[in-house]
């Protein structure tokens, strides 16, 4: 099973970006990485993925339009660009390996990022 390691949180305005940072573990190389956040309160929910293979990305709706995912494979990392951020997208967000784009089942995540948004 691999691992992966965030970083890139912290605490912005309203209409502000931030972005997160992946580093996948070297020993295992994922087809699909993603990113999943946790709004307080709330179950975890699927934020984005990317394929390993064509590039191909995934957006849950709430987020298309203001986020990106990319992807280094070489140096096994994924981004996620987030634009316009707003007060609800206040959450810990995961990085995650062999995500399911489809079903938004994965196999690992990472600890966590913070992330907070003030109107």
């Not at 946790?38 to 293979?53: L, M």
């Amino acid at each position: 099973q691999g691992h992966v390691l965030e970083s890139g949180g912290g605490s912005v305005e309203a209409g502000d970006s931030l972005t997160l940072s992946c580093q996948e573990g070297r020993t295992f190389y994922s087809n699909n990485m993603g990113w999943f956040r946790q709004r307080p309160g709330n179950e975890r929910e699927f934020v984005a993925a990317i394929s390993r293979k064509d590039g191909k990305t995934f957006y849950a709706d709430g987020v298309k339009g203001r986020f990106t995912i990319s992807r280094d494979n070489a140096k096994q990392t994924a981004t996620l660009q987030m634009n316009n951020l707003q007060p609800e997208d206040t959450a810990v967000y995961y990085c995650s390996g062999e995500v399911n784009p489809w079903t938004h089942e994965y196999d690992f995540s990472g600890q966590g990022t913070q992330v907070t948004v003030s109107s």
